[in-house]
């Protein structure tokens, strides 16, 4: 195939920056970075986009650098460590503004929150074993391969460092699916999943024994082991105070602690400032409750809805060790009653929350705070609520994942 010159402009969701083609057309380079000029081979081309891989860098990117992941290009999980941080957050804020832009709102988004650390920040991992077992690790970018990985400069050192032991304990196992870690307060939670049921309640003692583990269930195809902690605690430190938020195994949790513990002191600020101190507050998508025990414990009576069993059942035994004025409701939040209160806080998955946003006025709601992870269904989401005669009234982006292009946001809306 011939090669052509090409000047990149924004960076992709993966890795790859986007440039043109002499008719005009999308195309996304492999490996080349925002703002540089790459000779590129074609490598497809189909009716809205194409794609292509870098021959030779021409003119480089001046935040072009060296990935510091010796597993770079062939891990999925970590796609924009060739250019550097600023350029990174950069590349969000400019995503998050095409997204509202898109949906019909004409803003520019401010500059995003920095994660206080860029590497050695994840505090929360899902990995994957091969069919044969005999490794541990992340998908490759865009399949379903297995990288293998030892050691990861992404995860909290706590977290890396057990990686090597587990994947070594766990080999006894004929089929191993996936691995799930959190890192809480008393040490790291482990969750795995395989089709055997033996040697499942030795296995779990042994893996519960090593150093720097709280805690271990083993699912297997009819039976679960488990040994030590189901559930831990994490603490989060704002600006408001210190909160102990319980962390459920195999129930969600943010990833990265040094944001999240950002995102929580906005939410707190933002309760405050739009719905008064002390008010009721109504949270679908609590989790195992981030948001609802600081705020609680900051004096707000909270009804609080999720779905998940044990993210229910870990924010139940938190209410009531620390005697908080919150009502757990477990179920789907597109069928929960809303209770009257000033202040709606939704954190839905990725897919948004338009059933929901569809369905409410100011009279149900007159302040919604919506924590986001994906701009485009933030977009969608913040155009329905407009059609429902709520006003867009603060807008903050955070970077819970350095190194890759996921943007989590907090927009507020006033009916
Ligand atoms: C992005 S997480 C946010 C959790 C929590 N706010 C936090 O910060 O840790 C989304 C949560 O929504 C829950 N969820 C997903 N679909 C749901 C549904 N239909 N109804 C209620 N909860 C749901 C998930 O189990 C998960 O806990």
Same mark, same amino acid.
């Given at each position: 195939?011939?090669?052509?010159?090409?000047?990149?402009?924004?960076?992709?969701?993966?890795?790859?920056?986007?440039?043109?083609?002499?008719?005009?057309? #999308?195309?996304?380079?492999?490996?080349?970075?925002?703002?540089?000029?790459?000779?590129?081979?074609?490598?497809?081309?189909?009716?809205?986009?194409?794609?292509?891989?870098?021959?030779?860098?021409?003119?480089?990117?001046?935040?072009?650098?060296?990935?510091?992941?010796?597993?770079?290009?062939?891990?999925?999980?970590?796609?924009?460590?060739?250019?550097?941080?600023?350029?990174?957050?950069?590349?969000?804020?400019?995503?998050?503004?095409?997204?509202?832009?898109?949906?019909?709102?004409?803003?520019?988004?401010?500059?995003?929150?920095?994660?206080?650390?860029?590497?050695?920040?994840?505090?929360?991992?899902?990995?994957?074993?091969?069919?044969?077992?005999?490794? =541990?690790?992340?998908?490759?970018?865009?399949?379903?391969?297995?990288?293998?990985?030892?050691?990861?400069?992404?995860?909290?050192?706590?977290?890396?460092?057990?990686?090597?032991?587990?994947?070594?304990? =766990?080999?006894?196992?004929?089929?191993?699916?996936? =691995?799930?870690?959190?890192?809480?307060?008393?040490?790291?939670?482990?969750?795995?999943?395989?089709?055997?049921?033996?040697?499942?309640?030795?296995? @779990?003692?042994?893996?519960?024994?090593?150093?720097?583990?709280?805690?271990?269930?083993?699912?297997?195809?009819?039976?679960? @082991?488990?040994?030590?902690?189901?559930?831990?605690?994490?603490?989060?430190?704002?600006?408001?105070?210190?909160?102990?938020?319980?962390?459920?195994?195999?129930?969600?949790?943010? /990833?990265?602690?040094?944001?999240?513990?950002?995102?929580?002191?906005?939410?707190?600020?933002?309760?405050?400032?739009?719905? +008064?101190?002390?008010?009721?507050?109504?949270?679908?998508?609590?989790?195992? +409750?981030?948001?609802?025990?600081?705020?609680?414990?900051?004096?707000?009576?909270?009804?609080?809805?999720?779905?998940?069993?044990?993210? #229910?059942?870990?924010?139940?035994?938190?209410?009531?060790?620390?005697?908080?004025?919150?009502?757990?409701?477990?179920?789907?939040?597109?069928?929960?009653?809303?209770?009257? /209160?000033?202040?709606?806080?939704?954190?839905?998955?990725?897919?948004?929350?338009?059933?929901?946003?569809?369905?409410?006025?100011?009279?149900?709601?007159?302040?919604?705070?919506?924590?986001?992870?994906?701009?485009?269904?933030?977009?969608?989401?913040?155009?329905?609520?407009?059609?429902?005669?709520?006003?867009?009234?603060?807008?903050?982006?955070?970077?819970?994942?350095?190194?890759?292009?996921?943007?989590?946001?907090?927009?507020?809306?006033?009916?």
């Amino acid at each position: 195939m011939p090669t052509l010159e090409l000047r990149t402009g924004a960076a992709a969701t993966g890795r790859a920056a986007a440039s043109r083609l002499p008719s005009g057309k #999308v195309v996304f380079v492999d490996d080349a970075a925002p703002d540089e000029v790459v000779e590129a081979e074609i490598l497809e081309e189909r009716a809205s986009f194409a794609r292509a891989r870098l021959v030779r860098v021409v003119q480089a990117s001046p935040h072009r650098r060296r990935p510091f992941c010796p597993l770079f290009g062939s891990c999925g999980g970590c796609v924009w460590q060739h250019f550097d941080y600023p350029r990174q957050l950069e590349e969000k804020r400019n995503l998050l503004t095409r997204a509202m832009q898109r949906s019909g709102f004409a803003l520019e988004v401010g500059a995003v929150r920095r994660s206080p650390s860029e590497v050695q920040c994840r505090s929360r991992a899902r990995l994957h074993a091969d069919p044969e077992g005999g490794a =541990l690790g992340f998908f490759e970018e865009g399949t379903h391969r297995i990288q293998a990985v030892s050691t990861c400069p992404m995860l909290e050192p706590a977290l890396s460092a057990l990686l090597e032991p587990l994947r070594l304990h =766990l080999g006894v196992l004929r089929s191993l699916e996936d =691995l799930e870690l959190n890192l809480a307060s008393e040490g790291a939670l482990v969750l795995a999943e395989t089709e055997d049921d033996e040697p499942l309640d030795a296995l @779990a003692r042994t893996l519960a024994a090593l150093s720097g583990v709280a805690g271990v269930v083993l699912r297997g195809g009819q039976t679960e @082991a488990g040994h030590g902690r189901r559930d831990g605690s994490q603490r989060v430190a704002t600006q408001f105070g210190e909160y102990v938020v319980p962390v459920a195994l195999g129930g969600f949790m943010q /990833s990265n602690s040094g944001t999240n513990a950002l995102l929580v002191g906005e939410i707190l600020a933002l309760v405050e400032e739009f719905g +008064g101190a002390g008010g009721t507050v109504t949270e679908l998508f609590c989790g195992s +409750g981030n948001f609802t025990v600081p705020l609680a414990r900051r004096g707000h009576r909270v009804d609080a809805g999720e779905l998940a069993g044990p993210s #229910v059942e870990a924010l139940e035994r938190a209410v009531a060790a620390q005697g908080l004025p919150v009502t757990v409701h477990r179920g789907d939040a597109r069928r929960f009653k809303l209770p009257q /209160s000033k202040v709606l806080l939704l954190d839905p998955p990725r897919t948004g929350a338009l059933e929901i946003c569809s369905a409410l006025t100011n009279q149900t709601a007159p302040v919604v705070i919506y924590v986001s992870c994906d701009p485009w269904t933030l977009g969608r989401d913040s155009a329905v609520l407009a059609t429902r005669g709520y006003k867009l009234a603060r807008l903050q982006a955070f970077d819970m994942f350095p190194q890759t292009a996921h943007v989590e946001t907090v927009a507020v809306f006033v009916g």
